[in-house]
């Protein structure tokens, strides 16, 4: 419900843009992107229903390993992608906390498809499970396959798909295909990757919101530097969805520079300038990845000294109320991050900025007190728990290091200064 109105919002303001007001019929569906998404990602989702008499076993089947016989490429990468994970360990404790009307909430985003919802609940033992037997072509799996191929291609066994970049066969398998231009369009990805205007807010500021970062990005207007959601995650249209989980992918999103400056005394400041340069929406774009800078300082003799630590991203707490801070980075804006130090005199050092993402941060703190309480959850959920923070810990990584542009080994700008107090 919301999530159409959303549709509509955000239709209107692109057409906005676009037409320059010829707005007549916004908001009555006139624009066909926007019609057919609100079809294609309403909420929720209908089965499939028969397949149609002609249809193979194969052509029939809802399994990404029916269409990878096809489509080897696409499903390659999806399944290096994080949208074949979408029904971890991370979802999978939780939904077994929850009730069948709950679990919908979160499966219309993780595992939309209503035969994945059927599997879900018959798993969960929720009280209207179906009780007919599993068609042949649902497997028996497709819900822990995440976001599946058909959750994005198929409705009513029926294939949906961009332009196609070569000539269609005649009478193709799964007959044939029906196009939309909503697959090259932002809009697409607003689905799940933005909240309704109605959706939980922390600080006034929208929980989920990178349809709209985008929009009001650089990136957003039309013209040679345009770049879509698609442009940038699926380039060459590839199954691969690479974002803050991937550090080449994420090393695109920044320039940073670092200098040091004299204070006088013994006293300095390192200095980090970090721009939002290929990101198209805030670096990161939501409350669960942070991005610590920490500050070195190495000296000749191989001394180390940890300088100070500061961070990147919205930091909420746990129950989700409460702001701390928020500096994430909006698309093409710098934010400058500065660190007091001192050095002994006469002696020679550099300074260096190391870079670590935490890409999960938010749900290594929700993981660790939810396992603080871990005697008041069921067994299989508390193993699943375990896994969950065992994952996302695993997917910090380090990013970069930057070292002073003042050079190594000189107490840089004012020196003598320096020396002389
Ligand atoms: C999250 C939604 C999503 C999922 C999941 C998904 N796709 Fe796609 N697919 C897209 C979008 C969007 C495009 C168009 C990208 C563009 O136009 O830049 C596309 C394009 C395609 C194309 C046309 C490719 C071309 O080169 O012209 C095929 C074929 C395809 N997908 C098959 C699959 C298969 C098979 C799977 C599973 C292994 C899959 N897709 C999973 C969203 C998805
Ligand atoms: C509007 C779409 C949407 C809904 C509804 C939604 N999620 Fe998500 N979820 C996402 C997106 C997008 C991400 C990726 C966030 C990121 O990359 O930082 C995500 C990530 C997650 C993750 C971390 C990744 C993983 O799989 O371990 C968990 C856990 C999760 N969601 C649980 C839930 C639960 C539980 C619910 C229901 C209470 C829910 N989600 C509802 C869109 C949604
Ligand atoms: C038996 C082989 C076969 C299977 C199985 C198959 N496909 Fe296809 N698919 C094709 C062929 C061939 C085309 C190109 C059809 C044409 O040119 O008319 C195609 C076209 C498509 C397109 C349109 C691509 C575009 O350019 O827009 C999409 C999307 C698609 N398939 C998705 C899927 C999905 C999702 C599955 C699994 C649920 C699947 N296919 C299973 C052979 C197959
Ligand atoms: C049906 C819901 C849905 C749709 C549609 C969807 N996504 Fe996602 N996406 C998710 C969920 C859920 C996750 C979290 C996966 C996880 O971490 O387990 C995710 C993860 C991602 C990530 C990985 C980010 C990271 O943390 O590294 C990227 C990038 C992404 N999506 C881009 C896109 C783009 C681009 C589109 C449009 C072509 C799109 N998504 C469409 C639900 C969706
Ligand atoms: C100009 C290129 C570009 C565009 C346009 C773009 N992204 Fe990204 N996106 C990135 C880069 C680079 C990253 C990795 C750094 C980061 O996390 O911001 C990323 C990260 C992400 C992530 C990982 C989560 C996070 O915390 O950042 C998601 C989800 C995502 N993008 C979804 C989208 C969606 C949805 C759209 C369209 C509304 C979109 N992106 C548009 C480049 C882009």
Redo the contacts with the bound molecule.
Sequence with gaps: MHLLMFFRHAACLLTGLLALGSMTGCGQGQDPVERFLETHWQDPLPPQGTPPAGFSALEASLSPQACAQCHPGQFEGWKESLHSKTMGPGIAWQLKLMSQEQGNRCLRCHAPLAEQKALVALDHGWPNAPDRSIPGYVSRDLAHQGLACASCHVRQHERFGPPPRIEPVKDGPHGGFRISQAFAD?RF??SC??FPQDGPRIAGKLQED??Q???A?P??RPGAGQ???Q???MPDRQHL??????PD??R???DVKLSVVGQGGGDYEAVAEVR?S?????????M??KVELLFVRRDRDGGEHALGRQLIGWQVDTPITREMADTRIP?GEKRVFRQAFSAPAGQDWEVELVLRVA?GEHYERIYRDSLRQADRLPEDAVGLLRLALANVEGARYELMRVRAEAGPARPPADRRAAIAN
């Design positions: 932002s990805c607003a990757h933005q990178t349809y970062q985008w929009l990005s990136f957003a770049q879509t959601c442009s940038c995650h969805w690479r974002g803050i989980h991937d992918m994420t695109k999103a920044l939002n290929g990101a198209g929406h805030h670096f990161p774009t939501y669960v990845a698309a890409p």
